[in-house]
């Protein structure tokens, strides 16, 4: 949606926030642009003393608590993924320039027809792929072990068992009805893996016979590597465009430009401009330890699918 906005003149990338949103240049921040946000490298990652679940759930409260808050680095030098944070700024963007939120945005395509059914914020009319509103449960997302090994008899010659108990769960701050009715910027998108596949296609190849909502330029410059290296955040190496992740840094097998996004509960979607892939993958539950190998091998094997035919 940034993008289609910055397409139409609607945002500048390298526009200090503060000139439109002026509480933000606040605290240090007055030099913070919209690219810094897309970019995870505004330092702006949260706030002293944290936020709630139901806090993180709004995100016009995040804006206005991050408004007054010192970034955690200088803003430029480095990059850290913002988690739920990083969006809700840039949906205070996009609300201060077009003054409406982002979900209602997006939902209307910014004045253009859409043809994907990803739409943002749960409501009674929108449904998924499977003709259900969607449903949100308790997600484990890690297990320890309860007591020492044990000995399986059925098992194989040399391995242990254990009982195993859930170490904890969490709930999305989206996962409620009214967290989702609110249409978070994080995490606020209600489909399928279909859908998301559509979503992509549509902003780069075209989609039902229409033509790619992003222009040649916009894509470039959305689809282009700008922070790379070690993230403050995770500790783990990361590649980001602009708001997506550089997917042709993620898997060698994609081209150089190809962009899109995963999902913390195991999600993965992007296109690829040149191969003219366009992928979509969910899950039905978190792993045990927030990895997802499947993504490489399933998004290899649709690369060789492709290629080869």
Known sequence: MVALLVQDGALELDRPVGRSWPEF????KG???VRNLLTHRSGVIGVDGGFTAAELADDQLIARRLAGQRPYWRPGSAYGYGGFVTFAMVGEVVRRATGRSLGSTTNSGCARPTAWSCPWGCRRRWRTGTGRCCRAWPTRIGWRRSGPPSRDRTASPGSATASIRPRRWIRWP???????????????????????????????FGLSGRPPLLEPATLGEFAMLHSTGVDLVTGAAGQYAL???????????LSAN???????????????????????????????????PEHDRLAAAVHHAVTAS
């Not at 195991?266 to 039905?284: C, K, L, M, W």
């Open 25 to 28: 240049a606040a605290a240090g």
């Open 31 to 33: 030099r913070i642009t």
């Open 174 to 204: 989206s996962s409620t009805p009214g967290g989702c009715a609110l249409g978070q910027a994080s995490a606020g998108g209600v489909g399928n893996a279909r859908a998301l596949a559509e979503m992509y296609a549509a902003l780069a």
């Open 243 to 253: 708001g997506f992740q550089a997917k042709g840094a993620r898997y060698p097998f």
């Open 258 to 292: 190809a962009f899109g996004h995963n999902g913390s509960a195991g999600s993965e979607a992007f296109a690829d401009p040149v191969s003219g892939i366009a992928f979509g993958y969910t899950r039905r539950r978190f792993s045990f330890d927030w990895s997802y």
